[in-house]
């Protein structure tokens, strides 16, 4: 029965949706939505805005039009700040005019983005919904709202007002009973209106606040000096709390800068004092989890605390958006959430257009009640109500913990007696250690702090789509080695990261960074991956069994084959080949000499070089030596062709089968002599240590007077590669073989030095030590440790060649290597063809001047012939006359 009546509401329900229309009927709605960008272009609203606002009910796609969405520059356009309102009207009929082909102002339907007093001046006149998703968005506002008093009826506050921030500030001091507070703010009065409410808030409840302003400098230099005179005068005046202020902290960094200068005065290590970030961004951009392993923050042991709209989610804090972008999502769900309020009302009240008054009156009943920032609801005045801050811990070892929720208390209970406070400051209720189930060696989920390098430790690359949280950011030896422990000692872990593996910063040796520095700190338990068991280490801390065996070597460009056409010249230097030369021409001037008076002469110029030639190539000539002397100086001339002829035939076979390479470094001593190769090696590591602290008038020594300072391997390597031949990284031997063969124009060299091994590092006096070392023997034993070694240095090879055999095996002709020979070959065939074109160019034309020479003279012959025929012709006729 009650499946039937469940059908029946069921197709009630769709038969409504299949005959539902839009009242009155027919009539589809025009929606415009302004949003305020700073400048001109697309607003940083804008991608989110739009994201959200595709998603809508199915009757209101029905009932509205497409939205326009029309940007509304406030510098430009709307021009706020130079002209104040003046322009305002204008700038959006303007907008409206080009972007949604309507010319009047009163044509928008609601307006999202930060808060300007002068535009909302003007939306209330026009009565256009007025959406506010930021106080201090843009660079200029002009009012952060925390002394305004006016009641607006068109305005919707997505942020709630900074003065009301500011009353969950002042009652953690009224809780916490702390009489006193050190202020940090900006210098520039827009900036800092929150901070002034603030202290008359911190006044008006007995709070003595001692505010310090500083002016913002484009020196950091100048900047540092002055946050580090502030916080002297805060350790003088034992003032253990302190507020930074920094509303506009994208622009200042004042927040990032305080913490900074607080570390090196050894105010974060201490427990006692208190810092408090005002920000009125949810993302505390300073505080992402990258930058607090980065710059060290997360090894804070005092509290580092900052309130926030929305619960951290598996302390990841890129589910808040800042700056610009904030309340955009949800102004698009609360606006679609209206449209569809808005409909429901037209079944009793009929508009042919877009009723503005009602639109506003609905949007004030929307409740949405999981946004981005939170839970969502609006009172009569558009305030918002009934909202949420929650008090994060970002320091002390456990990083994100939620110390309490603040709500603010209604209206009613505003007037009530208890006026100590402005809300609710509720403590969250930290679940009991003792009363855990112990799990494993462990009872807890264990920090277990690692530096990232190639391939101990690496970052995932996740596939499009999809992206990976906690420790499955992360894969390498390392890891997996961790995950085998951790399953087999049933324990659950955290991995953090950490920039270097520990060495003193002190002479005294009292204060350590990197994993060491942790381990000290009790900020992680484990400290693992290429970490080497030293004695200065071991003085400090406790390591376990050795993982796997390690030392220093040297990784250098792999030296390239370098082929020359004319590599046949080179088993004979130039002045061997000069010498050769001049000896043969020598041997024919000796010739010419001995058979210059011979009767029966045989060696001409020509044929003394022929048969010198002929000699030399073991070709021989048919010009033969009679004399005694020249037979003696040919035997001679022989034994020098043959010896000489040998050993380049032996010389040729072994330049020409062999690589010809560059010359590589292979050990520490060649590497010391070589002055125009830079050395690196990575910043507080065992190695630096050891080349640094190596004994005067040695080869380490005379390295460490040119080294250079790099942050990780992966930096080295890149200086490497990119100065190929004159760069040279001294580092982990295992490092190095993994960079040989990933990337390819690296080459690993030198016998291993200093041996030593990588361990798991922990406190002294770990109850856990031995488990763990057990389990490394078992996993030894079982050659789990092997099979892992081969998985992340064998497996993951990607160069196909092995230079070591490579540099020692023959390899087959090709024509680069004989590429010369067949270039002096063409130079004869040339040199053969242009003689005989210009021998063959010479007999012609001097067949045929002696052609025309002798048509020249037999025609003289006949010419004379024929005048003296003429003259005796002439003779006889006159004669006879």
């Known amino acids: 029965m009650d499946v039937m009546i469940h059908l029946l509401i069921i197709m009630a329900m769709l038969l409504f949706e299949l005959t539902w229309e839009c009242p009155p009927a027919k009539t589809r709605y025009d929606f415009i939505i302004g949003v305020l ?32 969405n029309v940007n509304l520059d406030v510098e430009n356009l709307l021009n706020i700040t130079k002209a104040g309102w003046t322009d305002i009207r204008d700038g959006i009929d303007t907008a409206l005019s080009v972007q949604a082909n309507t010319k009047r102002a009163i044509g928008l339907s609601v307006v999202v983005g930060p808060f300007y007093q002068n535009l909302a001046m003007v939306l209330e006149e026009l009565q256009i919904p007025y959406i506010v998703t930021d106080y201090m968005g843009f660079e200029w506002s002009d009012t952060s709202r925390v002394d305004n008093i006016v009641k607006w009826n068109t305005i919707l506050e997505v942020r709630p007002s900074m003065a009301e921030f500011n009353n969950a500030v002042v009652d953690l ?98 427990e006692t004092y208190s810092f408090f970030i005002l920000d009125p961004t949810t993302q505390l951009k300073p505080l992402t989890e990258i930058n607090m392993y980065r710059k060290g923050f997360f090894a804070a042991k005092c509290d580092i605390l900052a309130y926030r709209y929305k619960d951290i989610k598996n302390k990841e804090s890129s589910n808040f958006n800042s700056g610009y972008g904030f309340g955009a999502a949800d102004a698009a769900k609360i606006i679609n959430d209206a449209k569809n309020y808005y409909l429901d009302r037209h079944e009793s009240e009929k508009y042919e257009a877009l009723n503005k008054e009602l639109f506003l ?27 949420s801050l929650s008090l994060y811990n970002h320091g002390g070892i456990n990083m994100y913990s939620k110390e309490a929720t603040w709500m603010k208390k209604s209206d009613d209970l505003e007037k009530s007696k208890d006026t100590a406070f402005h809300g609710y400051l509720i403590p969250t209720q930290k679940e009991n250690a003792h009363s855990k ?26 596939p499009k789509g999809v992206s990976f949280e906690g420790n499955d950011r992360f894969e390498g030896f390392t890891i997996d080695l961790l995950k085998k422990i951790s399953q087999d000692l049933n324990f659950q872990y955290e991995i953090v990261l950490t920039n270097e593996y520990g060495l003193p910063r002190n002479i005294q040796k009292t204060d350590w960074g990197g994993i060491v520095g942790e381990i000290l700190a009790k900020n992680a338990t484990l400290g693992m991956g290429a970490i080497s068991i ?32 004319f590599q046949f010249l080179t088993p004979f230097s130039l002045q061997l080949w000069m010498a050769i030369i001049g000896s043969s021409l020598g041997i024919c001037i000796v010739y010419l000499l001995l058979d210059i008076r011979s009767t029966h002469r045989v060696f001409t110029l020509k044929s003394t070089l022929w048969f010198s030639l002929g000699t030399l190539l073991m070709k021989g000539s048919d010009t033969c030596p009679r004399r005694t002397s020249q037979r003696i100086l040919t035997t001679g001339y022989l034994f020098f062709v043959l010896i000489t002829v040998s050993t380049y035939t032996a010389n040729m076979a072994a330049f ?14 060649e590497l010391a002599k070589r002055d125009d190769v830079t050395v690196y090696t990575v910043n507080n590591s065992a190695t630096r240590n050891f080349l640094e602290n190596s004994g005067k008038n040695t080869d380490f020594h005379r390295i460490w007077e040119k080294i250079g300072l790099v942050s990780n391997a992966t930096e080295g390597r890149r200086k490497v590669t990119d100065s190929p031949g004159t760069s040279a990284f001294i580092f982990d031997s295992m490092i190095n073989s993994y960079s040989e063969k990933k990337y390819c124009k690296t080459q690993s060299v030198s016998a291993p030095i200093l041996l030593q091994e990588h361990g798991i590092a922990m406190y002294n006096g770990a109850p856990f030590k031995s488990s763990l070392n057990i389990e490394l023997l078992e996993l030894r034993e079982s ?49 053969a063809l242009i003689l005989f074109m210009f021998k063959k160019l010479y007999v012609t034309m001097t067949r045929r001047f002696k052609l025309k020479t002798n048509r020249n003279v037999k025609g003289d012959e006949t010419l004379c012939k024929e005048t003296s025929h003429d003259m005796n012709s002439y003779d006889t006729k006159h004669s006879i006359v």
């Open 783 to 831: 050659g789990f440790i092997q099979e892992l070694k081969k998985k992340w240095w064998e497996n993951t090879r990607e160069c196909d060649f092995d230079f070591q055999s490579r540099s020692s095996k023959q390899v087959s002709f090709d024509l680069q290597h004989t590429a010369g020979v067949f270039i002096v070959g063409c130079f004869g065939l040339g040199l």
């Open 173 to 270: 001091f009224v809780y916490k009973k702390w009489g006193s507070a050190v202020m940090i703010m900006p210098e520039f009065p827009k900036d800092n209106q929150v901070c002034q409410n603030l202290a008359r808030q911190m006044v008006e409840h007995n709070i003595s606040p001692i505010t310090y302003t500083l002016k913002f400098s484009e020196m950091e230099d100048e900047m540092r000096n002055k946050t580090a005179e502030v916080l002297r005068n805060v350790q003088l005046l034992e003032q253990k709390h302190i507020v930074i202020c920094s509303p506009r902290d994208d622009k200042y960094n004042l927040i990032q800068l305080v913490l900074e200068e607080a570390s090196l005065f050894q105010m974060l290590a201490d």
């Open 437 to 462: 189930e112990a799990r494993g060696i462990f009872k807890d989920v264990e920090r277990v702090v690692v530096v990232q390098e190639e391939p101990f430790v690496m970052i995932r690359k996740p």
């Open 534 to 565: 030293t004695s200065e280490r071991k003085s400090v801390i406790d390591f376990s069994i050795g993982v796997v065996s390690t030392g220093i070597n040297i990784l250098i460009t792999r030296p390239e084959e370098q082929f020359n056409m």
């Open 656 to 669: 020409l089968t062999k690589m010809n390479l560059e010359e590589p470094i292979d050990s520490f001593e």
């Open 37 to 68: 960008s700073p400048k001109a272009g697309e607003s940083p609203l804008q991608g989110t805005f739009d994201e959200y606002s595709k998603m809508s009910y199915d009757r209101v796609a029905k009932c509205f039009n497409t939205p326009y």
């Open 361 to 387: 009156t609905v949007l004030k009943e929307v409740v949405i009640s999981s946004g981005e920032t939170g839970f969502i609801q609006f009172n009569k005045d558009g305030a918002r109500v009934n909202y």
